[in-house]
Structure formats: structure tokens, C-alpha cells
């Protein structure tokens, strides 16, 4: 199988790279490489190496900065994903599948959200995202695949995790907000859950996948300061103090609750999450070796 995979750099790129399956034929490409909201671009690399699969990894993400930036967010976002769409449906029997995020919610649910609940994205972030994913669901409703995930972190990259760590060696201590409710989700889960549905060639529309377990980001953040400890990647355990979300305090609104409800896709994909904590020691444990980078 030829597979196709944008942002190749970030995050789910990278995990994407490093589990793949020897029989599969990789372009991956970078954003320096390939820019997926340059309809000529992705054009002439769907026409060229004619994949039987895309796989997009590549979006906007700094969802502070997208409030200030809403060109370039729907330019990644949406019209990115729709190129994709485009040049995919003008390629006989070429597939899909596309990442997209919780925060296309608004949040106010007390339970996890289902594929099919209605959406009302709270920032510029949420409603390009809603808006790429909307794309590929029109454009090419029978050949692609929409998976949800949230709060995804990596031993590399910008994220949470390696954030906390920084924070917490420098200071010693840090505030972490108790009124923000998620499911944790390492990078190579969501890889895990791309290359099982590529299998998997009828699976089409929305499925939602994140590790197990819901916790607020301060639990979050008490995890990886215990787990950091016990490591070694900390040498002391660091203070984490609790708070509320400051509203106005960040430029984009969150949603406070973004728990996805997987038992449809567990049973539509007969794949089990793991446990949150499983893939956030086993992400610690690969810091262990490399100290991390700073964030
Ligand atoms: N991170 C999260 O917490 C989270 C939560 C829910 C859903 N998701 C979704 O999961 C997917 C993967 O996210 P991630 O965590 O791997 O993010 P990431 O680490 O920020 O990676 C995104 C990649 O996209 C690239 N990119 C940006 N603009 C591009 C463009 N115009 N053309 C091609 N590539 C471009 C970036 O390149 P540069 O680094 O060079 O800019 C980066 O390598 C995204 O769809 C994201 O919305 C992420």
C-alpha cells in the first residue's frame, strides 16, 4: 500500500513514521516539503506518487496563536484538509483518513461526547478544524475517515508533558487548572488507531480515539511529576498547585469538559484504548535516554 503522510515533523507524523509496516510505501513530507493549503502543491504530490492512501497529520495547532492568525489556522485547517479531499477523489480507489480534535466541542457536556453529538467549537482552533473535517466528509464521503482525538503529547514536540517538565525543573512548582477535563492521549495511540483503520477500507466517517481514562490537567499534571520522579527525570517532587481556569487568561477559549466517548469505535475498529497512565510512563520512560527538549 502507497500511503501519503502530511506534517510529517509534528507529533502523530512522527509516530506514524516509526510504526509503520514494512510493507507499506512511504512519502512522508514535511510541511517545508509539502504545504497542504497549496492547492498546486498537493496536487502535482497526489498526481505524482498516486497513494492509496493520504494520511493527514499536518494542521495548525498553536490554538493560542490561531486567535491572532485565523488566515493561516483556516488556510492549514480547513482548506488544507479540502485540497486533500480534492486531489484524493481525482485518484481511483485513494483513501482519507484525517486527525481531527475535541475542542470542535464547546465543552459544556457532563458525559463523553459520541461521534454524532452536535458540535460548537469555542475558538478559531475548533472551528477550522470543524471545518476540514466537514470537507473531508463531504468531498469524500466513502473513502475517508475522520478520527477525534485530544490533549496528544509525545516525548517530542510542543506539548503538555515536556511543558510540565520544564516548568516543574525550573520552578519547582506549578498551578494547573482543575476545571479542565480530557483524556490524555500519546502520539503513537493515535498512529496506532491510523494504521489499524487503514487496514480497515470500509471504516468510514467520524470515530473517536484517545488513551483510557478522563482526568482534570492537574491530575495530569500530578502524573507526570510522580511518574518524572520515580524515573529519575526530576530529582525532587515538585509542588502542583491547583486553580481554576482564569477566564481571558489565554487568548483562545477551551472547552472545560473534551472526554470522548470511544465504544463505538472500539467496536467498529475491535481495538482497546490503553490506559492513560500505561502510555504516559512508557513516553517518560523514552525521556529517560534523552533528556527533553525545551519547550
Ligand atoms: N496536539 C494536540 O493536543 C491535539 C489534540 C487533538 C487533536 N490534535 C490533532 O492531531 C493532529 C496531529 O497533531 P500533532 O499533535 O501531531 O501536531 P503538531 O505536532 O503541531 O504537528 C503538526 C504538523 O503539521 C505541520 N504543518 C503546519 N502547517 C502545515 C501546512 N500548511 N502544511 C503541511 N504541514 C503543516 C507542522 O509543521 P511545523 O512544525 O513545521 O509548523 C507540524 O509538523 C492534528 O490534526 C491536530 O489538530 C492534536
Known amino acids: 500500500m502507497k500511503v501519503l503522510i502530511t506534517g510529517a515533523s ?9 510504526s509503520r509496516a514494512a510493507a507499506i510505501e512511504l512519502l512522508a513530507l514535511t ?14 504530490a497526489v498526481r505524482a506518487f498516486r497513494p492509496d492512501l493520504i494520511i493527514n497529520a499536518a494542521a495548525y ?3 493560542d496563536a490561531a486567535e491572532s492568525d485565523q488566515q493561516r489556522a483556516y488556510a492549514v485547517n480547513a482548506q488544507g484538509p479540502r485540497n486533500l479531499a ?16 475535541d475542542y470542535v466541542f464547546d465543552g459544556r457536556a457532563s458525559e463523553p461526547y459520541r461521534p454524532s453529538d452536535a458540535t460548537n467549537p469555542l475558538s478559531t482552533y475548533g472551528r477550522t478544524k470543524l ?3 466537514q470537507a473531508v466528509l463531504e468531498l469524500l464521503p466513502q473513502r475517508s475517515a475522520v478520527i477525534r482525538t485530544a490533549w496528544v503529547y509525545a ?7 515536556l511543558t510540565m517538565l520544564r516548568l516543574m525543573r525550573e520552578r519547582g512548582a506549578v498551578s494547573v487548572v482543575t476545571d479542565q477535563i480530557g483524556s490524555p492521549t500519546a502520539a503513537s495511540s493515535v498512529a496506532n488507531v491510523l494504521w489499524h483503520l487503514a487496514a480497515l477500507a470500509d471504516r468510514t466517517g467520524i470515530f473517536h480515539w484517545t488513551d483510557a481514562g478522563v482526568v482534570s490537567r492537574y491530575d495530569f499534571a500530578r502524573a507526570i ?8 527525570l526530576l530529582s525532587t517532587l515538585p509542588q502542583v498547585v491547583p486553580m481554576t481556569t482564569v477566564d481571558g487568561a489565554t487568548a483562545a477559549h477551551r472547552p472545560k469538559y473534551g472526554a470522548l466517548d470511544l465504544q463505538a469505535s472500539i467496536q467498529q475498529l475491535q481495538l482497546a484504548p490503553i490506559p492513560w497512565r500505561t502510555s504516559l510512563h512508557a513516553a517518560l520512560s523514552e525521556l529517560g535516554a534523552a533528556p527533553p527538549q525545551s519547550v
Open 10 to 18: 509534528g507529533q502523530v507524523g512522527r509516530a506514524l513514521i516509526a
Open 31 to 44: 510541511r517545508g516539503e509539502l504545504d497542504i493549503g497549496d492547492w498546486t502543491a498537493v496536487r502535482d
Open 61 to 63: 495547532t498553536a490554538v
Open 86 to 101: 480534492e486531489c484524493a477523489r481525482a485518484i481511483s480507489a485513494c483513501r482519507l483518513l484525517h486527525i481531527s480534535t
Open 131 to 133: 471545518q476540514g473535517e
Open 155 to 161: 516525548p517530542q514536540g510542543k506539548n503538555f508533558v
Open 225 to 232: 511529576a510522580a511518574d518524572a520522579v520515580a524515573l529519575g
